[in-house]
């Protein structure tokens, strides 16, 4: 179920464009169709150039929120002032289009909740090792990062094992 929510998702946000607030509530509306509808939490994000400047554009369906790598090596959580409920639930709740400017080389950070949770410890304590981790690799080419970021060193990661 939640794969059909995904390709809904892309398939509003592709045919349909506009911000990304508005494809989560029509993704919202769209789960209706459903006896019952499946409940997720998600992030679309969009990223906007004009001229050299680049935006994102992101909506929060209750799930983490997008982490900011920047160049230095300066980390921050854009925690959005509306924190939306996730999808399936209410399709009239509002839905809303946050945006941030990028720094000049800086890395907007998405990530699964599997990412961050462990059975031994608060999500929050599993985000700040993120948000270090992302840290010293600030400057490491993008493909290289995401590696680095789901390698776990020598403990079991949670997203493997589910």
Wanted: proline share 9%.
């Amino acid at each position: 179920m939640m794969g059909q929510a995904r390709s809904m998702l892309r398939a509003l946000a592709f045919d349909r464009g506009g911000p990304p607030g508005l494809s989560v509530s029509r993704l919202d509306r769209a789960l209706t169709m459903f006896e019952e509808p499946p409940a997720a939490t998600l992030v679309l994000g969009r990223l906007e150039q004009d001229r050299a400047e680049y935006t994102l554009g992101w909506s929060n369906a209750g799930h983490l929120s997008p982490l900011l790598i920047d160049a230095d090596g300066s980390t921050r959580c854009l925690v959005p002032p509306r924190h939306g409920i996730p999808v399936g639930i209410d399709a009239s709740v509002p839905r809303f289009t946050h945006e941030h400017p990028l720094p000049p080389a800086g890395t907007p950070l998405l990530f699964t909740d599997g990412l961050v949770e462990r059975r031994d410890q608060d999500i929050d304590s599993g985000r700040d090792d993120l948000a270090g981790r992302a840290s010293r690799l600030a400057t490491t080419p993008l493909e290289e990062l995401c590696d680095a970021l789901v390698t776990c060193g020598d403990r079991t990661c949670s997203w493997r094992t589910q």
